[in-house]
């Protein structure tokens, strides 16, 4: 079953320390507490890139039961607040957001004898 998911990409920020702090110390609690619609929240550093530095730093994304349920969670007030942080928080540029349905593939482990 394929899943939907909010992904919100961050630029890369000249000063790495002050969106690191941001997203610890106020943006993450203020998502886990308004997105009531979430079933997961992963989020991704970005290290590098074989063309170079890349010109993005962070990649969240917040996991919903269906588009309608996303739909809604980012249509109430507290969707509204941690939508416009999240903003807030980018301090180059306006973070890129996009709705996607995740496909999930599961490979074994097991060497083949």
Known sequence: MAGTKLVVIYPRPKHVD???RAC???HVPLAVANLG???K???TRVLGSPQGLPPFYRIAEVHSPSIE???ACAASEGGQETLAHAVKISTERTPIFLVAEEETFTFSQTANA
């Open 18 to 20: 002050v969106l690191e």
């Open 24 to 26: 610890q110390d106020d």
């Open 37 to 39: 619609a979430k079933t």
């Open 41 to 43: 929240i992963a989020g």
């Open 69 to 71: 349920a996303l739909e």
